[in-house]
């Protein structure tokens, strides 16, 4: 397939061509990947499917691989020398699935769609990854590429490992699953974890219940208030995900909790959303602490957005930009100043649960399209 000195069109439909033509392959990768449980309880499988990654990719000239451990899992970094631009491939190896389901789930396919633990998130996209990283060497011509494959999904409240050496980069491309009907991510909401604890006075509430004070009491007039604050601003979300207290029925309430998601595409709104919690609450006499932040995700620089649709165009599968409220890594690199796009992993869905799924049918184009988006990605940022 060498075929080098082409442009990103001549590269997108290469890759694509390849990767369609070796369609069996991936399916055998991805199938020795969903075959391996890499939930949070099993670290060895996560550490398993990165060395299964490590392995294949080492085979190619000059790579380099390194590994990190931080958070009670493992990490992968492989470097692919190339030219003097840099990009990052991003993923995670946990499915967030727990022990048992690949045996209980086994990859299957039914026409064009696979179905399997992970195959969507982001089993798909990892396995995507490595034949497109095969087919760029083979062709001759690509940046220097650091495909990273991170031990957890998002579970942290900080950055993703080998950011140090990732800032610098010129794109970033996020391997979860794109959207059914050809959509990629362009925006992620951010989002801010906030505990509202209510004290109370316990009581006996057969023979006392009027010398106690409930702390559920309070807490739920309270819950009611924040919830309320749900959408008063544009495409802010809020919702109260747990609330717990109290120790017995005969018993009134001493203590009593409740944890609050609140989400949007923007710090301020973040920011207003936070203080207004803080008001509600002073005004009830309950505490509020902030447990969690992640920043939001939003185009550093359209133009990569371009490339890739570019890409995509010239293998006549035009794909289109979205917003989502979920997070991902690319919120990360995306606040680092690191232009990025998410989504670019095969089209899939149903994330986490016995129907998830990707369309077979989408891995060329999609493997062109980010191949195509790899070789046509100049350093921008300065």
Same mark, same amino acid.
């Given at each position: 397939?060498?075929e080098s000195g082409h442009g990103a069109a001549d590269v997108a439909a290469a890759v694509s061509a390849h990767i369609k033509r070796r369609s069996g392959e991936f399916l055998s990768l991805l199938d020795e990947l969903v075959s391996i449980d890499s939930g949070r309880d099993a670290p060895e499988g996560i550490a398993k499917v990165q060395d299964l990654i490590a392995d294949r990719l080492a085979r190619l000239d000059g790579v380099t691989i390194e590994r990190g451990h931080e958070g009670g899992v493992d990490h992968l970094a492989v470097t692919i020398p190339g030219g ?7 993923? @995670? #190896? ?5 022990? $048992? /389901?690949? !045996?209980?789930?086994? &990859? ?95 009581? @006996? #509430? ?5 010398? $106690? /004070?409930? !702390?559920?009491?309070? &807490? ?163």
């Open positions: 397939m060498r003097d631009a840099r990009v990052v491939l991003l993923g @995670h #190896a946990d499915t967030v699935l727990p022990r $048992g /389901t690949a !045996a209980e789930r086994p &990859l299957r396919v039914e026409g064009h769609i696979g179905f399997g633990p992970g195959v969507a998130d982001m089993k798909g996209g990892l396995a995507m990854a490595v034949l497109v990283c095969e087919a760029l060497v083979d062709l001759g011509d690509h940046p220097t590429i650091e495909l990273v494959v991170v031990g957890d999904e998002e579970t942290r409240l900080v950055a993703p490992p080998f950011m140090d050496r990732l800032e610098n980069a010129d794109a970033c491309f996020v391997l979860e699953c794109g959207r059914p009907g050809g959509g990629y991510i362009v925006r992620r909401k951010g989002g801010l974890w906030v505990r509202l604890e209510a004290k109370g006075r316990s009581a @006996h #509430a057969g023979v006392q219940p009027d010398w $106690g /004070t409930s !702390a559920i009491v309070q &807490l739920c007039q309270t819950v009611v208030a924040v919830a309320e604050l749900h959408r008063t601003r544009d495409d802010l979300t809020v919702s109260v995900g747990t609330i717990a207290g109290g120790s017995a029925p005969n018993v009134v309430a001493a203590e009593a909790w409740a944890d609050v998601d609140i989400r949007a595409f923007g710090d301020d709104d973040l920011d207003w959303a936070r203080r207004r919690v803080l008001d509600i609450c002073e005004h009830s006499s309950l505490s509020v602490y902030e447990t969690g932040r992640w920043p939001p995700m939003g185009l550093v620089d359209e133009s990569l957005s371009r490339l890739y649709q570019d890409a995509s165009r010239s293998l006549l599968v035009p794909l289109h930009p979205e917003s989502t409220g979920g997070m991902s890594d690319g919120c990360w690199t995306s606040t680092a100043g690191i232009p990025t796009i998410d989504g670019v992993g095969p089209e899939g869905s149903n994330d986490h649960s016995p129907e998830e799924h990707i369309d077979l049918a989408s891995v060329p184009a999609r493997a062109g399209a980010l191949a195509g988006a790899i070789a046509a990605t100049i350093r921008n940022r300065r």
